[in-house]
């Protein structure tokens, strides 16, 4: 077969590296195959976990409809439960970066068949390729530079990354429907161990078949299997050693040199990972000095408190970490302060008090505000916190008060506190 009828004649194709073929595709969807869904799961706890169905304060996407089918009030049992959830999603999607490049680049002359659209069926696999490579390429790009660029997406970043969730596992249910039984044949027909004690100097091209993968005019090999597997798998490695490092803390952390920000926290008890300094978000110093009240509301109950107040209110402790949505983990800190059911009971929600709205003294940015649920409220160990490891929180984790929640993600530990509304949101 010297020219495949989907070439057409005459057509030389530059895509000649004798190195595609279906085995090594699917050899690299495989590995997908056990990633991917990993990835929708852990993204979808995710999302829950933001309780976005506290809209319109937690999440500005009230339409999900449909695809929020699944959500549920978020445990704060056990307090780590984020931070491992967030933990994977994120190390496993940065580390699945090299294995999805790798295969789009075994699958570039796809991209050139002609004629594009021979069917009608065929046609409707092109459109779910369509959506297969480009889901693919924007949920991978959308989380990356979530978590590298410091929200560039603020706000609008959770239904993008949502949607576009939904829609690229659509398309890989539909393209592993597909091409399941083919994968399976491919991984069948050759020996990975044998492959991997194959030289350049006996790589050979896989036979011609229809799968259009396999190149008609292949060029000589510069590299075997064994070497474009060893290169992205060493990718991998790599990615994974720089970047698991912020979900696992401790010593770790100075290895995570992709870790967006503050590698070197600092000494002291208040020595550890900063999302946003006050000075970032225009916090001023009036606003966390004397002038600074804490608000409490409740049906039309309000309390004003001065920190002095705050401080002779039954004082509580817990051992909390901080995990945010760009994988980074914070190791359990010792935080001290009042419980919010107390604060909830201070103004008349006694015995099970409902959610809170909660707002920052913060007048700009994102992440002022944030809505808790009523589980996360009834938690003896959710608190407004005065203090951690012993001393003042610094201005830059919150000062006067901030909320601490156990099991939570890091968005809705908001600093610089200065209004409570019990039963305002939901
Ligand atoms: N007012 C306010 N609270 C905030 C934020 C913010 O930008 N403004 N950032 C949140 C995010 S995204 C995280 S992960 C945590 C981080 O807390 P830390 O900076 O003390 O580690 O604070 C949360 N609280
Ligand atoms: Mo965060």
């Not at 070439?7 to 056990?34: A, E, K, N, Q």
């Not at 901030?402 to 809705?412: F, K, S, Y």
Request: charged letters at 20%; aromatic letters at 8%; one cysteine or more.
């Amino acid at each position: 077969m010297s020219n495949p009828p989907h070439l057409g004649r005459g057509h030389r194709t530059p895509w000649r590296s004798p190195l595609r073929g279906p085995w090594l595709t699917s050899v690299f969807g495989l590995v997908l195959l056990v990633g991917i869904p990993v990835l929708f799961v852990t993204g979808l706890l995710s999302y829950a976990a933001y309780n976005p169905d506290l809209s319109p304060v937690n999440d500005k996407t009230p339409d999900k409809g449909l695809l929020g089918f699944y959500l549920f009030s978020w445990p704060t049992h056990p307090s780590w439960l984020y931070g491992v959830n967030q933990g994977v999603h994120v190390t496993l999607g940065i580390v699945l970066v090299p294995v999805l490049l790798a295969k789009l680049w075994s699958v570039i002359p796809k991209l050139f068949e002609r004629p594009a659209v021979r069917s009608v069926a065929h046609g409707l696999e092109r459109l779910s390729l369509l959506a297969l490579v480009g889901g693919g390429l924007f949920e991978f790009a959308t989380g990356v530079l979530n978590v590298q660029l410091d929200y560039v997406f603020p706000g609008s970043f959770y239904p993008l990354h949502f949607y576009g969730a939904w829609i690229f596992m659509a398309a890989v249910v539909v393209h592993v429907a597909l091409r399941f039984p083919r994968m399976v044949r491919a991984l069948k027909g050759r020996d990975l161990r044998a492959e991997l004690r194959t030289p350049v100097s006996r790589t050979r091209p896989e036979p011609p078949d229809d799968t259009g993968l396999v190149s008609p005019d292949p060029a000589p090999p510069t590299m075997s299997r064994r070497g474009a597997l060893g290169m992205v798998g060493a990718g991998s490695a790599a990615l994974l050693v720089v970047t698991a490092g912020q979900s696992i803390g401790g010593p770790l952390r100075e290895t995570a040199l992709l870790a967006p920000h503050n590698r070197e926290p600092g000494r002291g008890p208040n020595g550890f990972q900063i999302n946003k300094t006050a000075a970032g978000v225009g916090i001023r110093a009036r606003d966390m000095g004397s002038d600074w009240r804490l608000v409490v509301r409740g049906g039309d109950r309000e309390l004003v408190l001065t920190r002095q107040q705050v401080l002779r209110l039954p004082q509580h402790g817990a051992r909390l970490p901080i995990a945010c949505v760009e994988g980074w983990s914070t190791p359990d800190q010792r935080w001290e302060g009042v419980r919010l059911a107390d604060l909830a009971a201070l103004v008349g929600h006694r015995d099970r008090p409902p959610g809170v709205l909660v707002e920052s003294v913060q007048r700009h940015g994102s992440f002022r505000t944030v809505a808790l649920r009523d589980n996360q409220v009834r938690d003896p160990r959710s608190l407004l916190a005065l203090k951690v490891n012993g001393a003042d929180l610094s201005p830059d984790h919150g000062y006067p008060a901030r909320i601490i929640v156990p099991g939570a993600p890091g968005v809705q530990n908001t600093k610089w506190v200065g209004r409570l509304s019990f039963g305002e949101t939901l």
